[in-house]
Nanobody, 121 residues
Framework: QVQLVESGGGLVQPGGSLRLSCAASGTIRGINDMGWYRQAPGSQRELVAYISEDEVKHYADSVKGRFTISRDNAKNTVYLQMNSLKSDDTAVYYC???????????????WGQGTQVTVSP
């Protein structure tokens, strides 16, 4: 069984910073892409950023230049450094990863439980 556990959300003022972490645990054979999505109230879930196994990165236009995604393959962990936060960044942030467990012969997508990020004065 594979689990993704996020941490690092919270309340921050506009212009502030937060760092999200997401650790994958379980009997993991390998991890391909890892990424972050977010969902604001009344809106659909949207891609924020993802990073491939060989660290090719992609960002949504709305966060380019402000957010940085990175990963530590030894720890099966992906990070999202968020700087210059705006009220529009307020959402629940979800981690997503393409993982192969030892119990499976294929890669499957897993989701974390979500962590709330609130940007407010």
């Amino acid at each position: 069984q594979v689990q993704l556990v996020e941490s690092g959300g919270g309340l921050v003022q506009p212009g502030g910073s937060l760092r999200l972490s997401c650790a994958a645990s379980g009997t993991i054979r390998g991890i391909n892409d890892m990424g972050w999505y977010r969902q604001a109230p009344g809106s659909q879930r949207e891609l924020v950023a993802y990073i491939s196994e060989d660290e090719v990165k992609h960002y949504a236009d709305s966060v380019k230049g402000r957010f940085t995604i990175s990963r530590d393959n030894a720890k099966n962990t992906v990070y999202l450094q968020m700087n210059s936060l705006k009220s529009d960044d307020t959402a629940v942030y979800y981690c997503n990863a393409e993982v192969m467990a030892y119990s499976d012969g294929r890669y499957l997508y897993y989701w974390g439980q979500g962590t709330q990020v609130t940007v407010s004065p």
